[in-house]
C-alpha cells in the first residue's frame, strides 16, 4: 500500500460537473505536487506546492485549480472539464527538497463524458 | 520530446535471468536521477534513485548505474521474477533547483515463466 492516499480511486463526470480530487499524506512531506498521465505514456507534472505555497505551475487551463489546506492535504479542483482531459491524475509527496525521492500514490482515474 | 529517452520500448527477459533497462539523457547539468516502477492499474513506485556524485548505488536486487560521461543511466534487476513485470520510468532532476522531474517515455519489462 502507498503512504500516498487518493480519493476517489475512479470518477465519471460530465463536462458541466464540478469535482475534487483528494490527496493525503502523513509523512511529515513539504513538498507535494499534481501529474496527469495519459495511457502508455509517462507522467507530466502539473503543480507543485513546496511549504504549502504554489511553487510551479506548468502552464495548466485555469479549469483546474490546485488547493494546498494543509501539509498534509492537497486538493484539485475540477470545473468544465473536456473529454481530452480523461487521465489518471497522481499525487506524489517528498520531503521537501528541489532533488528528494517523490513517492506516489495509486491516482484517481477519470473519464469526462 | 524530454531529455530522458529509453532505447526500447520492451524488453522480454526469462525468469530468474538479469534484467538491464536503459535511459539517456542530454542535460549535462542533470544531478539527481531516479528509477520507477508502474504496475498495471497503480501510481509509480519508486526504486532507486542516484545523485551525479555516484556511478552505482545498489538496493534489493536492484543496481543503478550513472555514466555522465555518455550521459546514460541503467537499471540491473538480478534474478527478475514475475513480479517484476512493469513499465519502469527513469527521472531525472536538471539541478536548476527546481522540483520537476523529467520523466523518459518508459520501458516495458515482461518476465517469460
Known amino acids: 500500500d502507498t503512504e500516498v492516499t487518493q480519493t476517489p480511486k475512479h470518477l465519471v463526470m460530465g463536462m458541466t460537473n464540478k469535482k475534487s480530487l483528494k490527496c493525503e499524506q502523513h509523512?511529515?512531506?513539504?513538498?507535494m505536487y499534481w501529474y496527469k498521465q495519459k495511457a502508455k505514456k509517462p507522467p507530466e507534472l502539473m503543480f507543485v506546492?513546496?511549504?504549502?505555497?504554489?511553487?510551479i505551475n506548468e502552464s495548466v487551463p485555469s479549469r483546474f485549480s490546485p488547493e494546498c489546506p494543509n501539509s498534509s492535504l492537497l486538493n484539485l479542483h475540477l470545473h468544465a472539464l473536456q473529454p481530452e482531459d480523461s487521465a489518471l491524475y497522481l499525487c506524489?509527496?517528498?520531503?521537501?527538497?528541489?532533488?528528494?525521492?517523490?513517492?506516489f500514490g495509486d491516482g484517481t482515474r477519470l473519464s469526462i463524458l | 520530446g524530454e531529455s530522458v529517452g529509453l532505447h526500447l520500448p520492451t524488453l522480454s527477459v526469462q525468469e530468474g535471468d538479469n534484467s538491464i533497462i536503459n535511459c539517456a539523457y542530454s542535460n549535462s547539468a542533470s544531478d539527481y536521477f531516479i528509477w520507477y516502477k508502474q504496475e498495471s492499474g497503480k501510481g509509480p513506485q519508486f526504486i532507486i534513485d542516484i545523485r551525479s556524485n555516484m556511478d552505482k548505488r545498489q538496493g534489493q536486487r536492484v543496481t543503478v548505474l550513472l555514466n555522465k560521461t555518455v550521459k546514460h543511466l541503467s537499471l540491473q534487476i538480478a534474478a527478475t521474477q514475475p513480479g517484476d513485470s512493469a513499465v519502469y520510468f527513469c527521472a531525472e532532476n536538471r539541478g536548476d533547483s527546481s522540483y520537476k522531474l523529467i520523466f523518459g517515455s518508459g520501458t516495458r519489462l515482461l518476465v517469460r515463466p
Open positions: 509523512m511529515g512531506h513539504r513538498a
Open positions: 506546492y513546496s511549504y504549502e505555497k504554489l511553487s
Open positions: 506524489a509527496s517528498s520531503p521537501g527538497l528541489p532533488a528528494d525521492p517523490q513517492h
